[in-house]
């Protein structure tokens, strides 16, 4: 019989599990999540969590800081082999240089770089290549191309929104995957086949 404290935790790890389905498959190269800090008597949801998620040599988890008052933590979650190859891609490289990134590319002092730009005063939106949304959309939205606001889904479509669906909708179609999976558990051990 499980206890209360695995129950809870259970729903806890598959909640935050469907969250980050996209980036679990590798689809989404990043995710920036606010993730509740629970406990249940002395032990800390998250923290247990995170060494299941760690587990998985593909998946990274990079702490941003805690959210004020809300017993939550800013977490982006991101997909190593993933999110490096987006952000070698040419285009996106030359960009995030321009706006001051490392000349000298390796996904850790990238991944610093966007930590210190988070930890900011200022939001940095150029965190969208980071998630995978077509540099268009980031450079649109920062003002850097002069494109009409398109459509809106995860994020705002600039220009021709074809890709942008596209992306969308690859996206929730990994999300629904890793849920439907994730119905069929029931022990949670069972977590790790799906990812």
């Not at 390796?106 to 900011?120: N, Q």
């Amino acid at each position: 019989m499980l206890s209360n404290h695995n129950i809870c935790n259970k729903e806890y790890l598959k909640s935050l599990l469907s969250n980050i389905g996209a980036t679990i498959m590798g689809v989404k190269p990043a995710e920036l999540r606010s993730v509740i800090l629970s406990r249940c008597g002395n032990c800390l949801y998250w923290q247990d969590c995170k060494k299941s998620l760690l587990e998985h040599q593909d998946l990274g988890v990079l702490e941003i800081g805690e959210v004020e008052k809300q017993n939550k933590i800013k977490v982006l979650f991101y997909h190593r082999f993933s999110l490096d190859r987006h952000l070698k891609a040419k285009h996106n490289l030359k960009f995030l240089r321009e706006i001051g990134y490392p000349k000298n590319y390796s996904l850790d002092s990238y991944l610093k770089h966007l930590k210190r730009r988070l930890e900011s005063n200022e939001f940095p939106h150029e965190i969208g290549v980071f998630f995978g949304y077509p540099l268009k959309d980031v450079l649109g939205f920062m003002g850097y191309l002069n494109l009409d606001t398109s459509d809106c889904g995860e994020w705002r479509f600039y220009g021709n929104k074809r890709v942008s669906q596209l992306q969308q909708k690859r996206f929730e179609e990994a999300r629904d995957y890793v849920k439907e999976r994730l119905d069929d558990i029931e022990d949670s051990k069972e977590f790790y086949e799906v990812i």
